[in-house]
């Protein structure tokens, strides 16, 4: 027995002995030959970054295990790099390429591809065919957000166009919805931004933009439409108009669906304008790029500013021809180098488009000038003529402003015509009582109210919304809100 006892307890010993753990570090550290350490004691090396470490018995594995965590803090308890969400990682490639501008052949750079290894070896490289995937899966993953978002508020959306050909002749065709969400802020969203092939012509791009509206969902909530004045969008609005009016889905029968684009209008006032100086601004237009053509004109002309005694105000700006204002800080920026022009066409042989004086004194004319009095005749013209094309919904939205009103809309009609004052005021408030019996009338408000107001049963509800139309009335006749800042 006392035998048996024995040969137990030197089982459970062995048994003991046999169990136990090796570290877990070892899984990320290389034991070194002793023969080829002078002092022959064990020394380990770091799988990831090469450092060699003291690992016999005295020094342990503790320095081992701190060197891992300090270095190599994206590895788990076990020592072992953690799990890498693959789906989550391509995501954030996709996002990053699209705002960024990137190209989807970014992901193979190489340099990219050694910081990703440096962060995590498990990471899996994707290819550019694979981020193109996942850049198209992620718009469609957005797209359905928004049409969501599209489809949960009530009130109606406001859009806005634009249509350019490249410098390619590709045609780009831009959709935006304007709209007030549910906690009442403002809202906007790039709906459509596709390629539409020439010829561009409103009874081509009239079904295309209704066959937008149709992917989003939203050809029922259509309140406007802002355009600019270029002819086809003309026959666009029509062609959206008899569609909509089919399905009665537009307000007031969509009398107010087209806005024309006032900065496109004040683009052409400006322009129309310029034309009677056209030849002066042409030369200070090809000066200024001729100048900036090139590192040493500019530095030949820094030194003709400097040899004048005049005072470097800063850098000269060109024009762009779809922005008025811009030509105007053009002649700004250069107007204090005009006698700098002058000197570098006596250094430079090739230069030929120095403006003459007469050029700069135009530019600099008070207006009492006759050229300058042209200008105005000629804008006021171009202002008259899309006067007449004024839309009052621009003024509703001032009007329903507390410190504007009715009344200030009035001022500015006595100011732009005193003649048509009163009937241009009596347009916008006939309007504003037409766009609220429309929105009683509307889906979105008590169905009950609309019922009752519909059928003439109750005249509680009928009181109900006279006495809403007085308060209507009332807030147009009292007193301007008085805002401080």
């Keep these: 027995m006392e035998h048996m006892d024995e040969v137990e307890e030197s089982t459970e010993i062995s048994s003991t002995s046999s169990c136990r753990r090796t570290s877990v570090v070892w899984d990320n550290f290389l034991k070194l030959p002793l023969d080829i350490n002078p002092d022959n004691r064990l020394r380990a090396k770091c799988k990831d970054c090469g450092r060699v470490y003291l690992a016999d018995s005295i020094a342990g594995t503790s320095n081992l295990k701190r060197h891992r965590a300090k270095r190599h803090s994206d590895v788990s308890e076990s020592g072992r790099y953690l799990a890498v969400n693959t789906e989550m990682?391509?995501?954030?490639?996709?996002k990053a390429i699209v705002i960024h501008n990137l190209p989807f052949s970014f992901v193979e750079y190489e340099g990219i591809r050694e910081i990703h290894n440096f962060l995590n070896p498990t990471v899996s490289t994707i290819s550019r065919n694979t981020s193109k995937v996942d850049v198209l899966k992620l718009y469609q993953k957005q797209k359905g957000v928004v049409h969501d978002e599209l489809a949960k508020f009530p009130s109606t959306v406001c859009f806005t166009t634009d249509l350019w050909t490249s410098i390619s002749l590709n045609g780009y065709f831009c959709l935006t919805a304007h709209f007030v969400d549910l906690n009442w802020i403002l809202q906007k969203r790039v709906l459509i931004f596709r390629h539409v092939p020439l010829p561009h012509s409103g009874q081509i791009l009239g079904p295309i933009l209704i066959s937008f509206l149709k992917e989003w969902g939203i050809e029922k909530k259509i309140f406007s439409i802002t355009l600019d004045n270029a002819t086809y969008n003309e026959k666009i609005v029509d062609s959206l108009k008899e569609h909509l009016n089919l399905m009665n889905s537009l307000v007031c029968n969509g009398d107010f669906v087209h806005i024309r684009c006032a900065n496109h209008i004040l683009n052409l006032i400006v322009k129309a304008g310029l034309k009677s100086i056209e030849a002066a601004i042409f030369n200070i237009r090809k000066s200024i790029k001729y100048v900036k053509g090139s590192e040493s004109r500019i530095i030949k002309f820094v030194d003709c500013i400097k040899n004048l005694g005049l005072k470097l105000t800063g850098k000269m700006c060109q024009d762009v021809p779809t922005r008025w204002n811009y030509t105007f800080l053009m002649l700004e920026s250069a107007i204090p180098y005009r006698r700098a022009f002058s000197d570098?066409?006596?250094?430079?042989?090739?230069?030929?488009?120095?403006?003459?004086?007469?050029?700069?004194?135009?530019?600099?004319?008070n207006s009492e000038h006759p050229d300058i009095k042209a200008m105005a005749g000629k804008m006021e013209e171009k202002f008259s003529k899309y006067w007449q094309e004024y839309t009052p919904i621009l003024s509703l939205a001032v009007v329903l402003d507390p410190r504007y009103k009715l009344k200030f809309v009035k001022f500015c009609f006595s100011k732009l015509d005193s003649l048509t004052c009163n009937e241009k005021t009596k347009v916008v408030e006939d309007n504003l009582h037409r766009l609220f019996k429309e929105y009683v009338?509307?889906?979105?408000?008590n169905s009950a109210l609309v019922q009752s107001i519909v059928d003439g049963h109750d005249t509680e509800m009928r009181q109900s919304l006279l006495h809403v139309q007085f308060i209507l009335t009332v807030f147009l006749q009292t007193i301007i809100l008085q805002c401080f800042p």
């Design 89 to 94: 990682f391509r995501e954030l490639i996709a």
């Design 344 to 365: 570098f066409k006596l250094l430079d042989a090739d230069f030929k488009w120095c403006p003459s004086e007469m050029d700069w004194d135009k530019e600099e004319k």
């Design 441 to 445: 009338k509307s889906p979105t408000s």
